[in-house]
Structure formats: C-alpha cells, structure tokens
T-cell receptor, first 112, second 114 residues
Framework: AQSVTQLGSHVSVSEGALVLLRCNYS??????LFWYVQYPNQGLQLLLKYTSAATLVKGINGFEAEFKKSETSFHLTKPSAHMSDAAEYFCAVSDPYSKLVFGAGTILRVKS | NAGVTQTPKFQVLKTGQSMTLQCAQD?????MYWYRQDPGMGLRLIYY???????DKGEVPNGYNVSRLNKREFSLRLESAAPSQTSVYFC?????????????FGPGTRLTVL
C-alpha cells in the first residue's frame, strides 16, 4: 500500500524567505508524485508532478520539487515566499494506474 | 470549458435527512472520484468510477452511495445524514490513458449535519 507523510501541519515563513514543505512517501513500485495547493474556500489546484522523467520538477508560481529515491522524499521549495503563497499544500502519491493517496496537508503562513 | 462543477456549494442538514451532491465534468474524462476533506486528515476517497457504468468503494464508503449517471456526471448520495458526515466534499476527474493519474478538482461542497 502507498502512503504519504507530510512533516509539519503548519509552517510559518517571512515574506521573501525560503519555503520548504516536506513530503516522504512509501510505495512498492516506482511512484508518481504530486503537489496540490488549496487556497481558502477553493478546490485543489495542481502545482507540479513527478512522473519518472526529470527528478527536479518545476511547477507554477515559482515552486519546484526534487524526487529523491534514496530518501523516499519529494520536498516542495520556493526561493522567496510571497503573501499570496499562503494556502494549504498537499502531497500525493500513486502508481501509474491506481488511485491517489494524499498526505494530511501543510498550512503555509507567510508573515509580512 | 468549466472543468469540474459541483452543486450545491453549501448545505445544512438535520440528522437523518438525505441529499444528493451533484458533480459534472466537461473534459471528456473517463474516471471520476468523490473525496471528503477533514482537518488534519487530508483528502480521503469515498467512491470512484473508473469508467462509465462502473463504481467502486474507496477508503471511507460507509453511509454513502454513488451513481455514474453518464460519462459527464457522478453523484454522491447521503441516505441518512449523520453529524460525522460534516465535511467538505470534493469531486475530481481524470483523463484515461494517462499514467500520471493527474486529477482535476471541483470547488467543493461544504456540508454541515446538525
């Protein structure tokens, strides 16, 4: 069975600081990995995805994530936080044709 | 192209009442999903439909039923609502023949059961 662990239910950063949201996964087969963002009172929007191509994946709004097989990690980063980045972020895993399994989510707060 | 739409956006029920949440997608996707979102628990799969005419249970199906009305529409029914079903419900759809399993989400339905 696949699973996802997001370390830290809440992360707080200052505007302009590095954003690092952690995600570790468990999968018995090569995984597909996703980061979704949810702004208040909205649905989920895909930020980026890893599907066994390049290990460094670039997404929307300046976010990127690196797939590290040896560490079973897929951490999300952004060099400089903006106030508009405040949202909840979800990491998810699947194998090629099965269902998505989501982590519990990380709420990002950006301080001015 | 509206993507995935859900109705209603908000609903308040009394314990024991029934209701149906509606979902439709206009992207010609074959697979559709219903999730519930609760604080600190991420999204949990209730039911899904891999293709028109098929439905399967997900992680938390108890208390729910679904109908895949046609390729576009996938409804979720609560026959006798309970306070434990207070949640935000999301519908999603996925392209067929794309191994990356990217799903597209609707805006959600906020349900409160008193």
């Amino acid at each position: 069975a696949q699973s996802v662990t997001q370390l830290g239910s809440h992360v707080s950063v200052s505007e302009g600081a590095l954003v690092l949201l952690r995600c570790n996964y468990s999968s018995s087969v090569p995984p597909y990995l996703f980061w979704y963002v949810q702004y208040p009172n909205q649905g989920l929007q895909l930020l980026l995805k890893y599907t066994s191509a390049a290990t460094l994946v670039k997404g929307i709004n300046g976010f990127e994530a690196e797939f590290k097989k040896s560490e079973t990690s897929f951490h999300l980063t952004k060099p400089s936080a903006h106030m508009s980045d405040a949202a909840e972020y979800f990491c998810a895993v699947s194998d090629p044709y099965s269902k998505l399994v989501f982590g519990a989510g990380t709420i990002l707060r950006v301080k001015s | 192209n509206a993507g995935v739409t859900q109705t209603p956006k908000f609903q308040v029920l009394k314990t024991g009442q029934s209701m149906t949440l509606q979902c439709a997608q206009d992207m010609n996707h074959n697979s559709m999903y219903w999730y519930r979102q609760d604080p600190g628990m991420g999204l949990r799969l209730i039911y899904y439909s891999a293709s028109e005419g098929t439905t399967d249970k997900g992680e938390v199906p108890n208390g729910y039923n679904v109908s895949r009305l046609n390729k576009r529409e996938f409804s979720l029914r609560l026959e006798s609502a309970a306070p434990s079903q207070t949640s935000v419900y999301f519908c999603a759809s996925r392209r067929l023949n794309r191994g990356d399993n990217e799903q597209f989400f609707g805006p959600g339905t906020r349900l409160t059961v008193l």
